[in-house]
């Protein structure tokens, strides 16, 4: 388990969650096997993975509490008593299209969602479409750094701004999240500077330049 995997295990709040991506089956196993949740289900599109996810909840002898199942997104999942969904380890666009398929989800279902890119995209969409961004942590895997969201299906009450979406609502209250505002800092700041020199759009270069000073010095 890395601390992309721990941070989403930290955000999940209820008894029975369902895994999107599973790959290998990590998180459901070590939720089970810790015990943040009773049960769980290990879904993925690819039957391969779900091989592999399998055979790790085999070894670690959790067959009778994680359910593998084959589905895109959650084409092949069903409401039941589920408590907590994540959605890890790939982009922004696609967690949304996975989102806007599942005609069953409400605000009783815990959110984490953990975009790999496109994390605006994923924010602009969950705003438009009646969903709430709880709270972020911010998480370091590898190189790179990324925002695990907290996320119900409750119409926001904050606005939709250019802060917000490059951004989220990830603090400068632990390295992690210093190091994700200035990387984003310094992406905003690398986009606007090369729009400006090109002379293409200098009111949006200005307007990402502005931006790209709220967090340069974290």
């Excluded at 039957?47 to 592999?52: A, E, H, K, T």
């Excluded at 190091?179 to 500077?193: A, H, N, V």
């Excluded at 002379?199 to 340069?216: K, M, P, Y």
Aim: charged share 25%.
């Amino acid at each position: 388990m890395d601390s992309r995997l721990l941070t989403c295990a930290q955000l999940c709040c209820g008894d029975v969650i369902c895994d999107i991506g599973t790959d290998h089956g990590y998180l459901p196993c070590y939720m089970v096997e810790k015990g943040l949740c009773k049960k769980a289900f290990a879904c993925d599109v690819a039957q391969g993975p779900l091989d592999s996810a399998i055979a790790h909840i085999n070894e670690h002898g959790l067959s009778d509490r994680i359910t593998a199942v084959l589905s895109d997104g959650l084409d092949n999942i069903e409401r039941g008593d589920m408590t907590d969904i994540v959605i890890a380890g790939m982009g922004g666009e696609l967690i949304s299209d996975i989102l806007s398929r599942c005609e069953w989800l409400d605000e009783s279902i815990n959110l984490v969602l953990q975009p790999m890119t496109k994390a605006d995209v994923l924010r602009r969409w969950l705003f438009e479409n009646g969903f709430t961004v709880k709270s972020e942590l911010a998480c370091v895997s590898g190189r790179f750094v990324y925002s695990v969201m907290q996320v119900r299906k409750v119409c926001p009450e904050y606005p939709c701004t250019q802060e917000y979406l490059h951004y989220g609502f990830v603090k400068n209250d632990t390295e992690e999240g210093r190091r994700y505002l200035r990387e984003r800092s310094q992406k905003l700041k690398k986009i606007g500077s090369g729009l400006l020199s090109g002379g293409t759009n200098n009111t949006l270069a200005q307007q990402l330049l502005e931006l790209s000073r709220l967090h340069e010095n974290e």
